[in-house]
């Protein structure tokens, strides 16, 4: 179905929200007014490794306003160990796997007294040393080094490739430890009504946590409800369900109040998963003209003691570019440290820090312009899967991004371009991300004063769904988006899946399309057969829609608003769901989204410190569904990159397993003050074979390549080679 010229979707139109959020109408989970409501105060280890000796609740239990304080002694449930629930330490026993893990719950009336009775708990351990340093880990070849099972990908004979290559790169690339830090924290209020239990919660994917909760505590999923109109961020991080969550939970059945309960920035920190470090070993091998003989990738990655978590880093490696021998390897160091998790493009970003920061190495050791390179090496079909793209701009992205950055005014010699005390460096690296499509459902309902609600299951993650879902149904219920008022953040709502991985517009788009459209065919239907109608007997093909209205196509003067004609109905409303699959095409092509990253970098001569002065991202995301909120997120995209590549780093101090930058002072993520020119822009290519909408998604695909783009623009600046993460002032001096 191709969109009319007018289309309100891809129009740059402000957030339908923001004006909510910015008069603080818009209620976050820890805001909504609940009745009685307690406080909780999560209790975390201090040791990494051992067990629980004592805890004396005495003096805590006295304490003004407190409720109870639950710890493994007296935890509030007992639950029979399952899979969801078996990594998150719901207080079950005394034991310690990593440094920060939830070892109690203090509530109180307020959040005062419960914090203030938190600092009365007296705890001893038993610790023992914990094994925290993946780095030792891979140089020692410990025995917990184990090989991910199936994850060796050849592809042709790499062997040969390396051997055939005349320029060859070796070399070890390092991301360290990250944590999520959207700026709400995580956030819960339960609430028991009998044996069912309602969840407001900050998250990115109501039914998961549905799901999950309810397995956990042996309830019927049905039983539980999970609401979250609106979610301050979550990088990954709030795409599962963590121990303070399911804490509150268990604490306000035994209380037989609500408990709320929100973790301070510190608490961030370990139990609620981070982007765990890699060690990745890359192999490039080359012939005079550029071309790639041999690519071979090997990772090492850390996890928990306890749970297997992969960032499939390879993934970039494996399509990017057309060469024909390809050796990749994962390998999972675990340590007595939290779970990891999905991370802001896992894989995609970290791993391609690695690919596309030897791709410029390359670039150098051939005397070859990075670009040129990359270009020679272009795939025209996926070269992992053999399918043909869907649609494939990444050659228009380095043209037109090389262009707006002005590439051509960079000296290719490192150290040859300086303003006063400053060295300037530019740096390129190719983004690409891939396309994932969930199965989803939305419903439209046409109300007798002309509007429509719209709704799904969905979540807004500050992403723009709300907003690009608006449009969406506008579009196809022929409607002024000031009447569609789109609902979302409810397990009572249709189903959709989770806000992870970029997937949220090209899944739940299609279902809030195909719901709207359908809403429109019944709408004839009812009018043909409703003898109060004009349409009475018409043919309901030669029918049309526009502004709330219908006409018949040869007679355009014959018409009847929808509100009429659904006022004359006995529920004076109009109701349709619709549940989309996943597509047909992604069997037959290969979806990605493609990138272009410019960085020009600033560095002080004499003190290496670095700025990021302008960057610059061309970006083949298919059809853009909102110029602004799209573009919003690849200054997010491009923002996150550079706190990956210059400051962010979860320090771990090996002797004792423990965090020791958990905070904002010493973790650092970028201010505005870090922050240069980013200019990003999309090609708006739609893409036909995708979905009906011609998106592919947009999110992740703005970090991807960022830190690779600026690693390689300060060896240009400086002439050194920075393969660890983040590039800090020490490593530069
Ligand atoms: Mo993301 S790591 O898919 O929220």
Not at 444 to 462: E, F, K, N, P
């Amino acid at each position: 179905m191709v969109d009319k010229q007018s289309s309100v979707i891809g129009k740059p139109i402000d957030r339908v929200e923001g004006r909510l959020k910015v008069t603080g109408k818009a209620k976050y989970a820890a805001e909504i007014a609940t009745e009685n409501v307690a406080v909780g105060v999560v209790i975390q280890s201090t040791i990494a490794l051992g067990h629980i000796e004592k805890i004396d609740r005495r003096a805590a239990e006295g304490s003004a306003g407190v409720l109870a304080v639950f710890t493994h002694e007296n935890r509030p449930m007992t639950l029979t160990e399952t899979k969801e629930g078996k990594n998150l330490f719901l207080l079950q026993d005394d034991q310690i796997r990593y440094d920060g893990q939830i070892i109690g719950l203090v509530v109180a009336e307020s959040f005062e007294q419960a914090e203030h009775a938190a600092s009365l708990l007296e705890i001893s351990y038993k610790p023992e040393h914990a094994n925290t340093d993946v780095e030792k880990c891979a140089n020692e070849k410990q025995k917990n080094l184990i090989e991910v099972k199936d994850s060796h990908y050849k592809r042709g004979d790499f062997a040969s490739g390396k051997a055939a290559a005349v320029a060859l790169i070796e070399e070890t690339y390092r991301t360290p430890t990250e944590t999520h830090n959207p700026m709400e924290p995580f956030s819960t209020i339960a609430s028991w009504e009998g044996d069912s239990l309602t969840l407001h919660d900050s998250t990115q994917a109501v039914f998961s946590v549905r799901q999950n909760v309810a397995t956990i505590l042996g309830l019927a999923a049905d039983k539980v409800r999970v609401v979250s109109s609106y979610t301050g961020g979550g990088f990954g991080c709030k795409l599962s369900v963590w121990a303070p969550l399911v804490v509150a939970a268990m604490a306000a059945r035994k209380l037989d109040r609500p408990v709320k309960v929100v973790l301070s920035r510190h608490q961030m920190f370990g139990p609620v998963g981070f982007r765990p470090a890699t060690i990745q070993a890359i192999t490039l091998g080359a012939k005079g003209d550029g071309t790639l003989t041999a690519m071979g990738h090997h990772a090492v990655q850390e996890t928990s003691s306890f749970a297997d978590f992969m960032e499939e880093v390879t993934i970039c490696t494996k399509s990017t570019y057309a060469c024909a021998n390809v050796d990749t390897q994962h390998h999972l160091a675990h340590l007595d440290i939290g779970k990891p998790t999905w991370m802001r493009a896992p894989g995609h970003a970290t791993g391609s820090f690695a690919i596309e920061s030897a791709m410029d190495e390359l670039a150098y050791k051939l005397k070859m312009d990075p670009i040129e390179l990359r270009i020679k090496n272009y795939a025209d079909k996926d070269p992992d899967s053999g399918l043909p793209w869907s649609s494939n701009s990444l050659r228009e992205c380095y043209k037109q991004g090389a262009q707006r950055f002005a590439w051509e005014k960079r000296n290719p010699q490192p150290c040859s371009m300086r303003d006063g005390n400053q060295l300037i460096g530019m740096g390129v690296a190719t983004a690409l991300h891939s396309y994932w499509r969930n199965p989803a459902s939305a419903s439209v309902q046409l109300l007798a004063d002309g509007t429509a609600i719209v709704q799904s299951g969905s979540q807004d993650i500050g992403t723009g769904t709300y907003t690009i879902m608006t449009q969406i149904a506008a579009d196809k219920l022929s409607l002024p988006v000031e009447k569609v008022s789109f609902r979302l953040g409810d397990s009572n709502m249709p189903k959709a899946p989770m806000s992870g991985g970029s997937t949220t517009a090209v899944s739940v788009g299609p279902a809030v399309a195909q719901a709207s459209m359908d809403a429109i065919t019944k709408l004839k239907q009812l009018a043909v057969g409703d003898k109060k109608s004009v349409f009475f007997n018409a043919d309901a093909s030669k029918i049309e829609a526009k502004d709330g209205m219908l006409f018949l196509s040869s007679q355009p003067s014959k018409t009847e608003s929808y509100a009429s004609i659904v006022s004359r109905t006995r529920s004076k409303s109009l109701k349709v769901e619709a549940n989309t699959d996943v597509g047909e095409n992604e069997k037959n092509y290969s979806i990605n989204t493609f990138g272009a990253q410019f960085a020009e970098v600033r560095v002080d001569a004499d003190l290496g410190i670095i700025a990021v002065a302008r960057f610059v991202g061309a970006y083949d995301a298919g059809r853009i569904l909102n110029a602004k909120t799209a573009r919003s997120q690849m200054l997010g995209g491009i923002t996150f990159g550079i706190g990956m590549a210059l400051t962010e780093h979860t320090i771990i101090d090996h002797n004792f397993g423990r965090i020791i930058n958990s905070d904002f002072a010493e973790y650092h993520i970028p201010v505005h003050a870090d922050i240069g020119a980013i200019d990003p822009f999309f090609l708006d290519t739609k893409d036909e074979q995708a979905n009906i909408l011609g998106a592919k998604g947009v999110g992740e695909l703005g970090i991807t390549g960022v830190a690779a783009a600026i690693a390689n623009a300060i060896y240009h600046a400086t002439g050194k080679r920075i393969r660890d993460l983040p590039i800090t002032i020490d490593k530069l001096l």
